[in-house]
């Protein structure tokens, strides 16, 4: 079946511009991450939803970052007034029961902002 | 808190060589440990997993041990291949509310013909 997508692939932002980022999880999939990989370095935890709850946003950088995901299915990472150091690989993952350890996350291709 | 050590990169092996690529662990009480790994272009894709310890993952010929004792999960392949290069990262979880990743810098490994 399909995995998880993220669109758009790239995305060139000038400083101060909004952008938009969306993640579509495998259907049916209960919980879902959202990721920053800067270069060079491991992904890091930024905010996960369980269906359309916010459960832990202890991630995101600041208040420029918003997350959400009103369905309970594809969710949307926004970021404000981009700045230069939010320039990275933006990964949304999904999983298909809630908050398990043992569970699998399945990893979208990511989306790769560079900031101006 | 928590968090997790893997040796650093590249690594750069012949065909057909013996790969180890060291993980180690920080964390309080008793997380799932993954490796995951990314290939060129792609996006991550899990490689392996232990749940408790003294489980051994494997997968694609690859292996690795939960090992409490001292808080390790190595990853190990007998022969490496030239499609095996990659970039590998060790990551653990715990439950609870969130289930988040805490993931190693991560280790290229390259294998040469």
């Known amino acids: 079946g399909a995995g998880v997508s993220q669109s758009p692939r790239y995305k060139v932002a000038k400083r101060g511009q909004d952008v938009a980022l969306r993640c579509d999880p495998i259907?049916?999939?209960?919980?879902l991450f959202w990721y920053q990989q800067a270069l060079g370095q491991g992904p890091e935890f930024l905010t996960y939803?369980?269906?359309?709850?916010?459960?832990?946003k202890s991630g995101l950088p600041s208040d420029r970052f918003f997350a959400e995901r009103p369905e309970g299915s594809v969710s949307t990472l926004k970021i404000q007034r981009t700045q230069q150091e939010d320039s990275a690989v933006y990964l949304c993952?999904?999983?298909?029961?809630?908050?398990?350890?043992?569970?699998?996350?399945?990893f979208g291709p990511g989306t790769r902002l560079t900031v101006l | 808190g928590d968090s997790v050590t893997q040796m650093e990169g590249p690594v750069t092996l012949s065909e057909e060589a013996f790969l180890t690529i060291n993980c180690t662990y920080t964390a309080t009480g008793y997380p799932s440990l993954f490796w995951y790994v990314q290939y060129p272009g792609e996006g991550l894709q899990l490689l392996l997993k232990?749940?408790?310890?003294?489980d051994k993952g494997s997968n694609k010929g690859f292996e690795a041990t939960y090992r409490k004792e001292t808080t390790s999960f190595h990853l190990e392949k007998g022969s490496v291949q030239v499609s095996d290069s990659a970039v590998y990262f060790c990551?653990?979880?715990?439950?609870?509310?969130?289930?988040?990743?805490?993931f190693g810098t991560g280790t290229l490994l390259a294998v040469q013909p």
């Open positions: 259907s049916g999939h209960v919980s």
């Open positions: 990551a653990l979880v715990y439950g609870g509310a969130t289930n988040k990743l805490i």
């Open positions: 939803f369980q269906n359309e709850a916010q459960l832990d």
């Open positions: 232990a749940t408790k310890a003294d």
């Open positions: 993952a999904s999983s298909s029961t809630p908050a398990a350890s043992t569970d699998t996350q399945y």
